[in-house]
């Protein structure tokens, strides 16, 4: 039965799983797709943003009043816009300003205050604005979801949700890392339910695989691989980590929207690409796998992801 949702933030979570039946014609388990991109503001950091508020809102750090203030330029950016403004709260988001003109021009639209930093100090520049701001205002919140253990707290229900809907049949659980929250999250309750029996695999850049050791490296795989290892990613939960060259995420996603029509961000598609290697292994034969979507890709117009458009930031994290 369909039922009248009385705000934007009931409808978080409980987003679709999709079988993948044609990208890989040749396995003979199941590949399926976590559609986080089905989430209100259209990816999985609403759960985040949500998670992070409610707390906030309930051990009184936020109250009316408080001004909220965050580093980004992604997809946390928009949740935070989507569920912040509406509840009243002014809400400062600090980003380099090489972002593209759509997304600051969309921001502002939703409510939000977006401050610009100089490109060439790149994430962490933004971050130290950020920080420097709080001082303007008597009543700052900052969600911080690079350190928030409600990041990957956020991501348990994901976990639940897909438990509950592959009764209990799943080999393995493929998740591209930003932050390291839903790797986390996914990956830490999963193992619960299942008694440890599902892998966890992380997905990372190839030209930056900095969870492996390797030295922090330019990438074009928006939304993932930042230059540093955050505090919300917890590598005991991790099986194993796949690295994904830009080129096999391009490929990947055209694969996927001509076989699949499914239009998923570059970190889904990176995801998609590790899963494709599980399904070519012997030991997944029959075996039922997930990739995480996190967003779709019309959030990427002139982003830089695609090879003949400009990179924008040169080292891009969240
Ligand atoms: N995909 C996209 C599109 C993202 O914005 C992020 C967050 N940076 C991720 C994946 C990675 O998720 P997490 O931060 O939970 O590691």
Redesign the pocket.
């Known amino acids: 039965m369909m039922r009248i949702a009385q705000s934007m933030a009931e409808l978080i979570g409980q987003t679709p799983l999709l079988r993948l039946g044609r990208i890989a014609p040749h396995f003979d388990g199941e590949l399926l797709a976590k559609l986080e991109l089905w989430n209100p503001s259209g ?3 609403d759960r985040v943003a949500q998670a992070m508020l409610a707390a906030a809102e309930a051990d009184g750090t936020l109250r009316p009043g408080t001004v909220i203030i965050e580093a980004t330029s ?3 950016a928009f949740s935070l816009a989507m569920l912040a403004v509406p509840r009243g709260y002014h809400l400062v988001l600090v980003m380099p300003e090489a972002v593209p003109p759509w997304r600051v021009q969309l921001l502002r639209a939703m409510g939000a205050e977006v401050v610009m930093t100089p490109t060439s100090l790149g994430m962490a520049g933004a971050q130290a604005h950020a920080t420097a701001l709080t001082q303007s205002y008597p009543s700052v919140f900052r969600p911080e ?1 690079f350190s928030n253990p409600l ?1 990957p707290a956020a ?1 348990e229900r994901i976990a639940h949700e897909l438990w509950e809907a592959c009764e209990g049949r799943l080999a393995a659980v493929v ?9 986390t999250g996914v990956g830490r309750h999963l193992k619960a339910l299942s008694g440890g029996a599902v892998r966890v695999v992380a997905v990372e850049p190839a030209a930056s695989p900095v969870l492996t050791g390797g030295e922090a490296g330019v990438h074009r795989l ?3 691989g930042p230059p540093f290892i955050p505090a ?2 917890d590598a005991t939960v991790v099986d194993e980590v796949i690295a994904i060259s830009d080129g096999s995420c391009h490929d990947t996603l055209l694969r996927l929207y001509r076989t699949e029509g499914l239009l998923s ?4 598609g990176a995801a998609i690409a590790a899963a494709l290697q599980l399904a070519a292994r012997p030991d997944f034969a029959g075996q039922r796998l997930v990739a995480i979507i ?2 779709s890709m019309e959030r990427y117009t002139a982003m830089g992801f695609w090879r003949d458009e400009p990179l924008l930031m040169p080292t891009v ?2």
Request: aromatic share 4%; charged share 15%; proline share 6%.
């Open positions: 990816s999985e950091k992604g997809n946390i979801q990041n991501h998740v591209g890392v930003g932050t390291g929250g839903t790797v928006l939304g993932m919300t990613y961000g570059p970190t889904g996190p967003d994290s969240e």
